[in-house]
């Protein structure tokens, strides 16, 4: 079932059911664009007295009621202990998750209250008028800490998948086309290095794994971030996170031509961070030398999604520049996703020509 039939499906039926299992009936209800690869029908439900709220539903066969409830009972479990997140709303029902069945197809129902404040997009990458980018970053790590202290202490009642049921032999071979045989290699290598790496409690627990600015919201008076879309949420290691962080920080200074000014930005920024970051949680200094290491891990992790968003929607395979770029720094082994290397381009960042699969 696709996203297009999922849409009248909802408008018909799934709506108003949804409208009575949560007490919606005063709300202004409207569906959000989806982003590229998005796996969920996602609502805005606006009512200015009590609290806009979201609604998500999930269509798509290869997840089931453990796999939401376990996600859904961590992301309880953050708001209740102090992490800035946004709280799951229970069912008229008292559940954190309702599934509706429509002619043999379940769906997957779950109600968010809307976070408070802007994504850093929809104000125009501009940060808080007065204060120092700086502090965006500290409070970026810092949220992160927070989150993954009380990981930690996590003791999950329906316990959560981990990085090796998805990243592991099997999927990669099965995903990822012949045509691409020294890929293949290059992320079988990786996974056997992961596989031996040490997953101690203070190591390795449960993550957001898409840790971002798409998926948090600034509140703009006071700088403070709640996060939310923990729907790739996992058992990983703490520092994939970190290099995620790491990674989607290149935005603030991808269009610079000197490759040293870029290094010493980056610097700075990851610093800042961890400034942050260790401002809530201990990390070893071990783990932080294996920051190029995870880095590639999120490249991985960005291929196979995209491999596996064109066999979901059951689109040709095809690598377009930014694909080609990824699967260049993996094959050639680049590190830093190539930033500092010559394979980089400040007019062009993060593309290459485009391959043949």
């Known amino acids: 079932m696709i996203r297009n039939q999922v849409l009248k499906i909802a408008d018909t039926h799934l709506l108003p059911t949804i409208t009575e299992l949560y007490g919606l009936d005063d709300y202004k209800i409207n569906v959000i664009e989806a982003h590229e690869g998005g796996r969920n029908l996602v609502y805005l439900c606006e009512n200015e007295d009590k609290g806009d709220k979201i609604i998500r539903i999930a269509f798509l066969p290869d997840r089931n009621t453990k796999d939401f409830l376990s996600e859904l009972e961590y992301i309880r479990y953050l708001y209740e202990n102090g992490g800035s997140v946004s709280n799951v709303v229970d069912s008229c029902n008292g559940r954190l998750l309702e599934e509706i069945i429509y002619k043999g197809h379940r769906f997957f ?17 501009r940060y808080r008028k ?19 202290a009380l990981s930690k202490g996590y003791e999950p009642v329906h316990r959560r ?51 971002s600015d798409g998926n948090y919201m600034i509140d ?28 989607h920080g290149v ?21 800042t961070v961890l400034e942050g ?17 995870f880095i590639k891990v999120n490249i991985m992790e960005s291929i196979i999604d995209a491999f596996e968003v064109m066999h979901n929607n059951g689109e040709k395979l095809e690598c377009d520049e930014q694909l080609s770029y990824l699967i260049k720094c993996m094959e050639d082994e680049i590190p830093y996703e190539g930033f500092f290397h010559e394979v980089y381009s400040c007019d062009e960042p993060f593309e290459y020509e485009a391959r043949e699969i």
């Open 161 to 211: 998948y981990s990085f090796f049921d998805k990243y592991n032999a099997e999927f990669i071979n099965k995903i990822i086309p012949d045509s691409l045989p020294l890929l293949k290699e290059k992320l079988l290598e990786l996974i056997r290095t992961l596989e031996v790496m040490d997953r101690n409690s203070g190591t390795f627990g449960m993550v957001h794994f898409d840790y």
């Open 220 to 247: 703009y008076e006071t700088g403070n971030i709640t996060v939310f879309d923990f729907d790739n949420a996992c058992f990983c290691w703490y520092m994939y996170d970190l290099a995620n962080v790491w990674g």
């Open 130 to 148: 007065g204060v120092p980018l700086t502090e965006y970053f500290y409070n970026c790590g810092k949220t992160l800490g927070k989150l993954h």
């Open 251 to 271: 935005g603030w200074v991808q269009f610079e031509a000197d490759v040293e000014k870029r290094r010493q930005f980056m610097t700075d920024y990851f610093e």
């Open 109 to 125: 129902i779950s109600v968010f209250e809307k976070a408070k404040g802007e994504q850093l997009a929809e104000n125009g990458y």
């Open 277 to 293: 970051y260790k401002s809530e949680t201990e990390i070893d200094d071990k783990m932080l030398e294996n920051l190029q290491l």
